[in-house]
C-alpha cells in the first residue's frame, strides 16, 4: 500500500512513521508514504496557504489553489487509482469497519487542513471522502490522518507478528460488536490480585467460552452502543 499525506506541516508525521509497527511495515516494503507540503504549491512569494473568509467572521480559511494544485500532482503519481481522504470534523466518523474498508485499498491520499477549515469548494471540487476522527475540536487534520494510518497499516497483512492480533484486538472483532475480553500476563498474582484460574485451567473451551463473556459483559457495562449498533446489522 502506498499512502500519500497533503499537510502543512510534513515534519509532524517525521516521528510517528519512523518507530514501532509503521516503521516495521515500510521496513518490511508492506507500505510506502510520502509527505507532500502543501506550501510549496503556493504561487506567491509569501507563499500564502489562507485568507479572510468571505462574509467576515473568526480565523482564517485555506485557499483553494495550493490544496488544489498539490492534490492534482499526488494524485498523478502510480500507483493509481487511489481512494481519497479529506479529514474535516463533516466527514463521517472513523471505526474498526471504515479501518478494515480502507486497509484493502492499493493507495490512499490523506488530506489534512488547519486554521478554520478548506474552503468549500475544496470539499466539493475534490471529490474525496470525508472522515472525522471525533466530535471535537483539533487544531488541524494532521493527528486525525496519524489514527487513521496506524488503524489502517496494523490491518496489512504481514505487518503484526501474529496475524490474529488484529482480529483479536478491540473493535477487531466488529461483527461481534464489542470489546476485548480481559488479559493478562506473569506473575500469577500481583498485590494479591490473582489471574482468573479459567486461564490456568489449560481448558481451552472454557477459556474460550470465559472470554467471550467478559468481553460481552464489559461491553454491556461501557458502551452498550456497540451491541445496539450489531443487533442493528443482523437485523
Known sequence: MRIDILTLFPEMFESPLSHSILKRAQEKKIVEFALWNIRDFTTDKYRNVDDKPYGGGAGMVMMCQPVFDCFEQVIKQPPEPAHSILLSPQGEKF???????????????????????FDERTRTGLGAEEISI????????????????????RLLSGVLGDEDSAKNDSFGRSAAGGLEYPQYTRPEVFRDMKVPQVLLSGDHK??????????????????????????????
Open 206 to 235: 472454557k477459556i474460550a467460552e470465559w472470554r467471550r463473556q467478559k468481553a460481552f459483559e464489559k461491553t454491556r457495562s461501557r458502551r452498550p452502543d456497540l451491541l445496539n449498533n450489531a443487533q442493528d446489522k443482523n437485523a
Open 134 to 153: 471525533g466530535d471535537y475540536i483539533l487544531s488541524g487534520g494532521e493527528l486525525a490522518a496519524m489514527i487513521i494510518v496506524d488503524a489502517v497499516v
Open 95 to 117: 471505526d474498526q469497519a471504515k479501518a478494515i474498508e480502507l486497509s484493502k485499498a492499493g493507495r490512499l491520499v490523506l488530506i489534512s487542513g488547519r486554521y478554520e477549515g
